[in-house]
Nanobody
Framework: QVQLVESGGGLVQPGGSLRLSCAAS????????MGWYRQAPGNQRELVAS???????DYGASIKGRFTISRDNGKNMVSLQMNSMTPEDTAVYYCFLRELPNLYWGQGTQVTVSS
């Protein structure tokens, strides 16, 4: 079993920055994808960013170059640097790890962008 622990959510003003981190523990191989989805009230869960072993990152269309995902393979950790944030970024952010055929989720962390 794999456990994912997220940290770094909170309240930020429009235009500000926030950094999320997610640490994975348990039985993990070397080939997997880690990343983040988010879900705002009344909306479907959408991809924010993901990064696979040895691959370039993928970003959701709404991110538009504002966020950067990075990965530390030695620590099985992924981070998401969020800049130029807007109220539309307000959501619960979920870390995920996909190691086929399994998919694991973190508990979610609230991010609120408001003045």
């Amino acid at each position: 079993q794999v456990q994912l622990v997220e940290s770094g959510g909170g309240l930020v003003q429009p235009g500000g920055s926030l950094r999320l981190s997610c640490a994975a523990s348990g039985s993990i191989g070397s080939m997997y994808v880690m990343g983040w989805y988010r879900q705002a009230p009344g909306n479907q869960r959408e991809l924010v960013a993901s990064i696979g072993t040895g691959r370039n990152p993928d970003y959701g269309a709404s991110i538009k170059g504002r966020f950067t995902i990075s990965r530390d393979n030695g620590k099985n950790m992924v981070s998401l640097q969020m800049n130029s944030m807007t109220p539309e970024d307000t959501a619960v952010y979920y870390c995920f790890l996909r190691e086929l055929p399994n998919l694991y989720w973190g508990q979610g962390t609230q991010v609120t962008v408001s003045s």
